[in-house]
């Protein structure tokens, strides 16, 4: 053969598989295909080509190994072990948990309820990706490039892409061809809104005001925020949180203990701040909580069995039907420990119904007249309980309400009913995700949760560690951080004074404000923030839109759509098998993608198995254990 043909020889028995997204999610991916071609060996040589936006590979943006030490995890480092437990087994030979890891390779004596830094994870994370690169099986090659994906094309039966690099406007057609696509693309960049827009000319039109869309690099974007002017903060959750120690502690300030009485004190160093003024729709801050060893994670009202009474395979409404149960839920939990720590000390482990229980609660409450009922609805929104505020500022109600939630955080699910109650939602969460994934609500009431509701229960279960708690009550003390203006304000763009002020309805006072921060994590709505490469994608025709519909109802929460094996869907309807989705574009037809959960929503495993076979041709000698009917329509390209 001469040169050129030996060439073309080789390239036709190379076959490629694109990730898109190096983050931990893609490198699930990864983990698992290399695991499956080991056990399954392809009889020609595979690439796996993973492309990720920086070289943050393994740790992808959100745990950048570069970050500040104050950005902590926001679940404890026993949650997480990046290795699949499934077989096959990962092609690396010590695949250690994050625990194991840190005590190994950090020489960190940690418990598996202690939180890590997000830095630390990144080291876990980039290191496990290091591990399966060098440990790729025989036949088996990586490549790992940097830059943006901003479009994916048919190209001879096969997928070609066009790739910007950093810092380059341009964008480059690839050469290559792939066989395989997975989509780990994670969560989009800020939204490039019309408020957004409206805020950034506000800001480039008045020296004194500035507008912050995104908080993340947060040890840089923070630069040019002046000492002793003050900010506002659109947005109460985690990502608040990051804002507020980048502001704070980022710009030279200090927490101090007091060894006696152990209370935090904030020491300024000059450079933040004079004052930070979160707000929110709800104005309410996440509940704290502290992670402890529990034995038996299930409930006693949502359960599968509870469910067995709704008719199979209608649609379910959350309120109605759900609701009812974790309610249930929540009030066992909440008295459960209250009774307990009055002395009875069964708790409420010897009723029978829930009647019963009811009759104990009356009982309990002749008894102890002095004790607070509990009610879930107040316990999702405090501001339910109107008089709770009476005569006090917005601001002393959310600390002392605060004050309140760290203290039961500290002591903890066993021994506060308040802890208590806030664990229902995360011991939920599984078998909602199955009730909730592929339109299993009608429309109607998948909107009005993913809307309203959604918001309620993570801000009571999903809150940031103790250690960052104490950080903001210490600086709601010191009176950096002021509530005041946290519920729901307008927000006025003055000119007169050049800055941003927020009016604030309850107290009818305006609050003005030089720094505009958002801090929100964007949503992925491919309707209306897609990004160049799911618009691309979307305007092929190569994916379309999931939409939840049920008679004359319909509703687009703007997920990708997707098989029940995450493959795409197409604008025709067909399943591709050659293209999948991962992770956070598949919210809303999948549930709780935000983690590093490698069992929830886990699609790698099947598409690794599928690539694997096809690759071993071993795809017809035996039937894919989870092939099923909807797939029957498959596009061969
Ligand atoms: C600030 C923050 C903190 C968090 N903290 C926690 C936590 O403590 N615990 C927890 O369980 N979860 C946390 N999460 C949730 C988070 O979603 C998951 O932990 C995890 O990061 C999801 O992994 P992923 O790979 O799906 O997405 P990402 O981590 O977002 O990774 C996606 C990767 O794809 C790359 N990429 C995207 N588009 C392209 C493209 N077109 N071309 C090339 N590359 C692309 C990005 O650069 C990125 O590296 C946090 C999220 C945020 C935003």
New binding site residues.
């Given amino acids: 053969m001469i040169d050129g043909q030996i060439k073309m020889a080789e390239q036709k028995t190379i076959r490629k598989v694109a990730i898109?997204?190096?983050?931990?999610?893609?490198?699930y991916g990864f983990e698992r295909l290399a695991a499956w071609l080991k056990v399954c060996p392809p009889s020609e040589k595979i690439e796996i080509h993973i492309?990720?936006?920086?070289d943050?590979f393994g740790a992808?943006?959100?745990?950048r190994t570069d970050q500040p030490s104050y950005l902590?995890?926001?679940?404890p480092v026993g949650?997480?072990n990046m290795w699949s437990e499934e077989k096959p087994l990962p092609v690396v030979q010590n695949p250690l948990s994050l625990p194991e890891w840190l005590c190994r390779f950090a020489g960190m004596n940690i418990s598996n309820n202690d939180y890590a830094t997000?830095a630390m994870?990144g080291r876990y994370l980039s290191h496990g990706f290091n591990e399966i690169a060098s440990s790729l099986p025989e036949n088996v090659e990586g490549k790992y490039i940097v830059?943006?994906?901003?479009d994916i094309y048919k190209n001879t039966g096969k997928y070609s892409l066009s790739l910007k690099a950093i810092d380059d406007k341009k964008y480059r057609h690839q050469a290559d061809r792939y066989d395989h696509v997975l989509l780990?693309?994670?969560?989009p960049k800020h939204s490039n809104k019309k408020q957004s827009r409206l805020f950034k000319s506000f800001a480039d039109n008045h020296q004194k005001a500035g507008f912050i869309p995104f908080v993340?690099p947060a040890e840089t974007v923070f630069s040019d925020v002046p000492p002793n002017c003050t900010v506002g903060i659109k947005g109460i959750g985690?990502?608040f949180v990051?804002a507020v120690l980048a502001l704070t502690e980022g710009k030279g300030g200090r927490f101090s203990r007091d060894e006696i009485s152990g209370r935090l004190t904030y020491i300024r160093s000059g450079d933040e701040p004079k004052v930070i003024y979160p707000f929110s729709r709800s104005g309410l801050p996440m509940i704290p909580r502290k992670s402890v060893t529990i034995k038996n994670n299930e409930l006693k009202y949502f359960t599968r069995s509870a469910l067995q009474k709704f008719e199979p395979g209608k649609k379910l409404n959350f309120e109605e039907q759900i609701w009812p149960l974790l309610k249930q839920d929540m009030i066992y939990a909440y008295y459960h420990i209250a009774l307990k720590n009055s002395g009875y000390t069964e708790g409420l482990s010897g009723c029978e119904s829930f009647e019963e229980i009811e009759r104990y609660i009356e009982e309990f409450h002749k008894k102890n007249p002095s004790e607070l009922r509990f009610d879930p609805n107040t316990f999702l929104d405090p501001f339910h309980a109107s008089e709770i505020q009476k005569g006090k500022s917005h601001h002393q109600f959310i600390e002392a309400l605060y004050s309140e939630y760290l203290q039961e955080a500290r002591k903890g699910e066993l021994r506060s009913p308040l802890a208590a109650v806030t664990a229902v939602w995360r011991k939920a969460s599984s078998l909602f995700c199955e009730l909730y994934s592929f339109g299993g609500l009608t429309p109607e009431s998948q909107q009005s949760f993913d809307h309203l509701i959604r918001g309620k229960l993570n801000r009571v279960t999903f809150g940031p560690p103790v250690e960052n708690a104490e950080k903001l009550y210490s600086l709601m003390e010191s009176g950096i951080l002021n509530f005041d203006a946290a519920r729901n304000p307008d927000l006025v763009l003055d000119k007169e004074s050049g800055s941003y002020i927020l009016q604030s309805r309850p107290n009818n006072t305006g609050y003005p404000v030089h720094f505009l921060v958002d801090a929100r994590?964007p949503k992925v709505t491919l309707a209306d923030n897609p990004?160049?490469?799911f618009r691309n994608l979307i305007n092929r025709g190569l994916i379309s839109l999931y939409e939840n519909s049920s008679g004359n109802e319909a509703y687009r929460p703007g997920a990708v759509n997707i098989s029940r094996q995450g493959f795409v869907i197409d604008k025709n309807g067909t399943v591709n098998r050659r293209i999948a989705v991962?992770?956070?574009p598949t919210e809303g037809i999948t549930f709780d993608?935000?983690?590093?959960?490698r069992d929830r929503n886990n699609f790698v495993d099947g598409w690794a198995e599928y690539i694997s076979r096809e690759y071993a041709n071993i795809a017809s000698m035996v039937n894919l254990p989870y092939q099923s009917s909807d797939e029957s329509s498959m596009n061969h390209l």
């Fill in positions: 898109i997204g190096g983050g931990p999610k893609g490198i492309f990720n936006r920086s943050s992808g943006e959100n745990y902590l995890m926001n679940n949650d997480v997000r994870a830059g943006e994906v901003v780990a693309t994670g969560h993340y985690l990502t990051d994590i990004g160049p490469l991962t992770g956070t993608n935000d983690t590093l959960s």
